[in-house]
């Protein structure tokens, strides 16, 4: 294929380059045939004349050069601005050439001198200018007024340093013709001539804002002017009138290449630009046509055609009612068109609007219906229409449902998001789990989100491959909407597209809030039995110590006469029976007492409560509020264990009132008939439980108060648990806590059927 390829380049340049030669031998023989003709019957009566008009003409090529760069820069920065100005500095020169020419006519050696050397200083810099061009003919970025006001230096300074020096400069000319320092000169330029035609060789073929195969011929034409001027021996030699014509020869393929290109290069761009819009508008997948100023057709893309099964060609130049034939609407045959000017269109002209979102149902080039979405907008000039083909939208649609109800049927919390870290979608158990109805996720930022959950993460590991993320795994707790924390664990993994990039991310959440409670609960039982193995034998030796002092300190006190020898007795005998409930309280925990289930009347359970609490030594000072529902209810219970749980939780009450003025204990009970549980509430006062706390309540060894153990506390968390119930806790800093024991009752329909 690359064997092809420079085939091909080396065919493209052999023609090239042919042109080029026959071109150069046209333009030789043309100048040929004039300069004969000029001097056979013009020269010797007008000579100053017809130098003055074949000066001309170069000099007005090269000043419609300099205009042309300096307008042209304005659309087009890149090109290099030296081409105009260095041909503005290259006219001038040639000007004032023409000006002092009458000393060569009059034989003024001396001051035709001053000619001769603005003659070569023009040569020089129009050579000059052409090799600049060539190495750097799109880099210039100078400011187009600096190079304005360089030039406008040159122009002054160098006529100037001319008219002072000429005299001192070596002749260019004598009574014989050039001298070797004209010569030298003329050869120096020749060779600059030939380093700017290599240099072109290689941008031969290009024809961005100029065309270079002209550029390449101006330079060629130089090189027979010089040898002219180097051959020539008179003033009115033949081949003098011959290096004028080969300059304007030069002059006239400069011409060709920057001011008939540039002409073009406009259109040029346009045809251009509008070809890359049809080629973007071919490119998009939807049906897209447009009206010009006429209210015909003119430009139908490639979806347009697919869809409406008929040729571009056919619908290019029609109007609405000649459209609205070749694609008629499906129905009753009525004259109503989506085409049809007094519709859709009409709306669009008349009310300056656009027509959104129309369905239609029109006939394509096959003889099928096909159900569409229209959209009509005004533009300038005319009209654009959009269409839909709504079976694929619905497709679309009916995809996304079933991505959503995927993503739905799956128990796991799953939310998506792009590649901005912004969410697409979610199922329902991902809503659940945040429970926020409150909030729409779609949309919002991760980050977001994660400020609006008060998510705090706790744990996080990142799992990294060839530097990337691949894994990100954490746990953390969030807020649900009802104000409850959760803990939860997830993985948030990058989604990947064919070419191994990042375009996004899937977040997988897991609920550890129950899993985490049962493995502290494990924990603790594991605890528990621990604890219950070493504590089993402490427990039994040291109650048979117990026993002897308890039965000591009775004695002491029994016998004794001396008060104060009696009240030591007596202190010792409480510390023992102190000392004797908590270890009960390790025996329970190594030996749980069998739980002996008996049904119960509710109404009797609370009657006997009530004197017991009243009764208590444990609520003097205090003030008792009973508000008890008598309704008779039976529960399966150790009537034993419930009032074990009831003293316990009304002692801890008690316990976190002494500090308060006016202590209260309010003890309630009632039912709860839509879930059949009995419910008793024990309230203090006190100073309330902060919420950290409230959680570990009922671990062993946690407490709130100062001495305790926290063993009773679990054995009643222990006991409502077996008894298929639960205890919950609310508690204000300040104002108070509140303990409730919810126990389930027998339904009265199935204690019939029993």
């Not at 402490?538 to 004695?555: A, D, P």
Request: proline share 2%; charged share 25%; aromatic share 10%.
């Amino acid at each position: 294929m690359e064997a092809n390829m420079e085939k091909t380049y080396d065919n493209k340049n052999y023609l090239t380059y042919k042109k080029i030669f026959f071109t150069c031998i046209y333009s030789i023989l043309s100048a040929l045939i004039v300069s004969f003709i000029i001097c056979r019957w013009y020269w010797d009566a007008n000579e100053e004349l017809i130098h003055a008009v074949l000066e001309l003409i170069s000099i007005i090529i090269g000043v419609a050069t300099f205009l042309i760069v300096w307008y042209q820069s304005e659309l087009d920065n890149e090109v290099n601005k030296i081409l105009g100005f260095g041909f503005l500095i290259v006219s001038i020169l040639d000007l004032l050439h023409v000006h002092y020419y009458k000393y060569i006519v009059l034989k003024d050696i001396a001051n035709g001198q001053l000619s001769m050397l603005l003659e070569i200083l023009s040569q020089l810099f129009q050579v000059i200018t052409l090799m600049m061009f060539s190495y750097k003919p799109f880099s210039s970025k100078n400011s187009k007024y600096k190079m304005l006001s360089l030039t406008v230096i040159i122009i002054v300074v160098i006529p100037y340093l001319s008219k002072l020096t000429y005299k001192w400069i070596p002749r260019l000319y004598n009574e014989k013709g050039n001298t070797a320092f004209r010569i030298m000169l003329e050869l120096l330029i020749i060779t600059l001539v030939i380093v700017t035609l290599n240099k072109l060789r290689s941008r031969i073929e290009e024809t961005h804002f100029v065309r270079f195969q002209y550029i390449f011929l101006s330079v060629i034409m130089i090189i027979p002017s010089e040898l002219c001027y180097i051959v020539f021996n008179s003033k009115n030699s033949f081949y003098v009138v011959l290096a004028y014509l080969f300059k304007i020869g030069s002059y006239y393929f400069l011409y060709k290449a920057v001011f008939s290109c540039m002409i073009r290069y406009p259109y040029t761009k346009l045809i251009e630009g509008k070809q890359r819009l049809e080629d973007i508008l071919n490119d998009i997948p939807i049906a897209i046509y447009t009206y010009n100023s006429s209210n015909r057709v003119d430009f139908v893309n490639n979806k347009f055609e697919e869809l409406s099964r008929h040729e571009k060609s056919s619908i290019i130049g029609l109007n609405n009612k000649e459209l609205s034939k070749v694609i008629p609407k499906a129905g009753n045959g009525e004259e109503e068109r989506l085409f049809d000017k007094e519709t859709l269109l009409d709306k669009v002209y008349e009310n300056d609007k656009e027509a959104k979102n129309i369905v239609r149902t029109y006939i394509d080039g096959n003889g099928n219906p096909v159900k569409v979405l229209v959209n009509v907008y005004k533009i300038r000039n005319g009209a654009l229409v959009l269409i839909n083909d709504i079976k694929r939208e619905q497709e679309i649609d009916n995809l996304h449902l079933q991505t959503k109800a995927i993503l739905d049927s799956i128990a796991v919390p799953i939310m998506i998001l792009d590649g901005d870290n912004k969410i697409t979608a979610c199922n329902n158990s991902y809503l659940e789990i945040i429970d926020r109805s409150d909030i729409d996720l779609v949309g919002m930022s991760y980050e977001e989100l994660r400020k609006d959950i008060g998510f705090i993460e706790t744990k996080g590991s990142l799992a990294l491959n060839q530097d990337k993320d691949v894994n990100k795994e954490y746990e953390g707790y969030l807020t649900t909407g009802d104000g409850l924390s959760k803990q939860i664990s997830g993985t948030y993994s990058p989604i990947l597209n064919i070419d191994n990039e990042t375009i996004g991310a899937i977040s997988i959440v897991q609920d550890l809030t129950e899993k985490k409670e049962k493995q502290q609960k494990l924990i603790n039982q594991e605890k528990l039995a621990l604890l219950g193995q070493f504590g089993a034998t402490i427990v039994h030796e040291t109650r048979n110590f117990l026993t002897t002092i308890k039965g000591s300190s009775q004695l002491i006190d029994l016998y004794s006469e001396d008060l104060r020898i009696k009240e030591y007795a007596r202190r010792i005998d409480t510390s023992t029976d102190e000392v004797n409930r908590i270890i009960t309280d390790f025996l329970s925990l190594s030996k749980p007492r069998e739980t002996d289930l008996l049904e119960v009347s509710f109404n009797d359970l609370i009657l006997s409560m009530k004197g017991i609490i009243e009764t208590s030594s444990l609520l003097k000072g205090i003030d008792l509020v009973l508000d008890l529902d008598y309704d008779e209810r039976y529960i399966l219970c150790d009537e034993t264990q419930i009032r074990q749980v009831i003293l316990n939780i009304c002692k801890n009450a008690v316990e976190a009132m002494y500090e308060v003025n006016s202590p209260v204990l309010r003890i309630s009970s009632g039912l709860r008939t839509d879930s059949n549980e009995i419910f008793i509430k024990i309230s203090d006062n006190g100073n309330g439980i902060p919420k950290e706390m409230i959680k570990k309540i009922g671990t062993p060894f946690y407490s709130t108060k100062k001495n305790g153990t926290g063993l009773g506390m679990n054995a009643c968390f222990n006991i409502i648990e077996e008894h298929c119930g639960k205890i919950e806790i609310q508690s204000v800093v300040g104002e108070g806590t509140t303990f409730t024991i919810v126990i389930p009752y027998i339904d009265e329909d199935l204690e019939d059927i029993i």
